[in-house]
């Protein structure tokens, strides 16, 4: 919640000294948007449990799932559009990946908070960047909750523009968590209900000893309790213990053991290649960027494989304020990978 208090102090900014700076041309065409959306959520698998012989249902209740999203950008627009030097809202976002083709300042203050199928998380993203007419300078800070995907980077590159492409070159110095390790790997081989034990977790075995024979038979119900390190019970068998938490105490023993490792730092040699072209009624956009060589400058910094972007965008012009669009992008960062393809229309308001 800091994060999301300092957009807003941002966005007050804006609001109240736009007029004053409006000559300097640093808010000039910058767009404030916002989004929200909400859907059903799947029904999942029933499950059951057997307590005191009688059959009980454990299936779990996930809410409806949402997605609200709020910011501020600025982001040059491509040459085939508006002749306006900087998008204002009207457009998909997607370009902010590519390297862009024009000159001046861009930024972006992105939040966004999502709930997936009781899956709750954040996703973050800033950046501020400079392209002047041979080169460019960029300050980003991307924290992607549901992808685990964090990272704050200084990208330094040249650019050259040659007919329809355009190329670029540099370092980038990357501030990341330490990723590829996991801690929990400690407990290999470990019985789940002693590791559990360790980390705070309480497993109770009861049964009805109806005969007073100090041994479990067929016909006397058992009974398996768990409670979390608070004392409160979160699951009356082991399939249940298993299914529902396990996974949480694993992620969460694996969190906590990386963050102890502190800030990591990765230098990497990059290449960013864009094409495009145009017509009156259609253009089409192709980038990529690859970070050829990674070099680790703490123990933990990224030596993994080759990391890249690679993105497209295809438009047709219907009228002269909506166009019917394609485009996608696959990313592949610190051993993270995503992709989103989207399909949809654009309305140009003038």
Not at 101 to 110: A, N, V
Not at 148 to 174: H, P, T
Not at 288 to 298: E, G, R, W
Not at 314 to 340: A, H
Request: proline share 1%.
């Amino acid at each position: 919640m800091a994060n999301l208090k300092y957009i807003l102090i941002f966005i007050l900014f804006l609001l109240c000294f736009d007029k004053c700076t409006a000559q300097l041309g640093v808010f000039k065409y910058s767009t404030f948007y916002g989004s929200v959306g909400v859907n059903q959520v799947l029904d999942e698998v029933n499950t059951y449990t057997i307590q005191d012989g009688i059959l009980t249902e454990t299936t779990k209740d996930n809410k409806y799932n949402y997605r609200y999203a709020f910011g501020v950008r600025r982001l040059a627009r491509l040459s085939m559009e508006d002749r306006k030097s900087y998008k204002d809202g009207t457009e998909t976002d997607y370009g902010k990946f590519r390297s862009a083709l024009l000159t001046g300042l861009e930024y972006l203050i992105s939040y966004e908070n999502v709930r997936d199928r009781g899956i709750k998380y954040i996703n973050q993203d800033y950046f501020v960047r400079y392209l002047g007419s041979f080169y460019m300078v960029k300050l980003q800070s991307t924290n992607l909750e549901g992808i685990d995907l964090k990272y704050r980077e200084i990208d330094l590159r040249i650019k050259k523009d040659i007919n329809k492409f355009q190329l670029s070159a540099g370092g980038v110095i990357r501030f990341h968590p330490a990723y590829g390790v996991n801690p929990f790997s400690v407990f290999s081989g470990a019985d789940y209900i002693n590791v559990a034990e360790d980390l705070g977790y309480t497993y109770v075995f009861e049964w009805n000893d109806t005969n007073n024979n100090g041994y479990v038979d067929r016909n006397e119900p058992s009974f398996n309790y768990w409670f979390n390190p608070a004392g409160d019970t979160i699951a009356s068998s082991n399939s249940e213990f298993m299914q529902y938490h396990y996974s949480d105490i694993v992620n969460g023993y694996n969190a906590n053991e990386i963050d102890k490792l502190g800030t990591q730092r990765t230098l990497s040699a990059v290449v960013g290649l864009s094409y495009y072209t145009h017509k009156d009624n259609y253009h089409t956009l192709i980038w990529s960027n690859v970070l050829l060589y990674n070099k680790d400058l703490t123990e933990y910094g990224f030596t993994g494989s080759v990391d890249y972007e690679i993105g497209a965008l295809i438009q047709k012009k219907i009228t002269k304020i909506i166009s019917v669009y394609t485009e996608g992008i696959y990313l592949s960062y610190l051993d993270r990978k995503n992709y989103n393809i989207k399909i949809g229309l654009n309305i140009l308001l003038k």
